[in-house]
Antibody, heavy 121, light 107 residues
């Protein structure tokens, strides 16, 4: 069974940093690209970042470019998001999502339960 | 950036009714569109990918259609568990973008 479990969320002051993690199990982690998708309270979904299985390609939303860094540890089956210079508008539930489901590629086939990041003084 | 516009924002319906949700892209995205369902307190789950293919385990009452810039998600007969928010999403180009969502609520 595919499982994605996020951790690392919490309350941080504006300008601060936080590192999110996503522990993956139930599949060959290195075979799949991974993503972070966020959802501000009461709002819609916003894709944040993408990383290929080999980490050769990373992509970011303009809203986080230069502040957030996505990375992965294939030996440890984990995905990370280093978030620096956090702003109030970064407040959201952050989901990790796998590219690909049981019978398709590229779409967000599996999601974690999310971790809440609150940026406030 | 490709903007996806969903309509309507909210639908108030009764179980058993037929539902049609719309998603319009700001430029052609071929068939590179998916639909997700999200219930309160839960992560989204994919319903339809590549415009018209149902994901594993998704009931046949859900169907998708369209191409280019205009797409539709249809629920043939609403079940109580279908009351949720629905999002469309494109993967034609980066950044991957979502529509703002359509809430299907109980009338």
């Amino acid at each position: 069974e595919v499982q994605l479990v996020e951790s690392g969320g919490g309350l941080v002051q504006p300008g601060g940093s936080l590192r999110l993690s996503c522990a993956a199990s139930g599949f060959t982690f290195s075979d799949y690209s991974m993503n972070w998708v966020r959802q501000a309270p009461g709002k819609g979904l916003e894709w944040v970042s993408h990383i290929t299985g080999s980490s050769s390609i990373t992509v970011y939303a303009d809203s986080v470019k230069g502040r957030f860094t996505i990375s992965r540890d294939n030996a440890g089956n984990s995905l990370h998001l280093q978030m620096n210079n956090l702003r109030a508008e970064d407040t959201a539930v952050y989901y990790c999502a796998r590219d690909g489901g049981d019978n398709f590629d590229f779409w967000f086939g599996y999601w974690g339960q999310g971790t809440l990041v609150t940026v406030s003084s | 950036e490709i903007v996806l516009t969903q309509s309507p924002a909210t639908l108030s319906l009764s179980p058993g009714e037929r539902v049609t949700l719309s998603c319009r892209a700001s430029q052609s995205i071929s068939s590179d569109l998916a639909w997700y369902q999200q219930k309160p307190g839960q992560a989204p789950r994919v319903l339809i990918y590549d415009t018209s293919n149902r994901a594993t385990g998704i009931p046949a009452r859900f169907s998708g259609s369209g191409s280019g810039t205009d797409f539709t998600l249809t629920i043939s007969s609403l079940e109580p568990e279908d009351f949720a928010v629905y999002y469309c999403q494109q993967r034609w180009s980066w950044p991957r973008t979502f529509g703002q969502g359509t809430k299907v609520e109980i009338k």
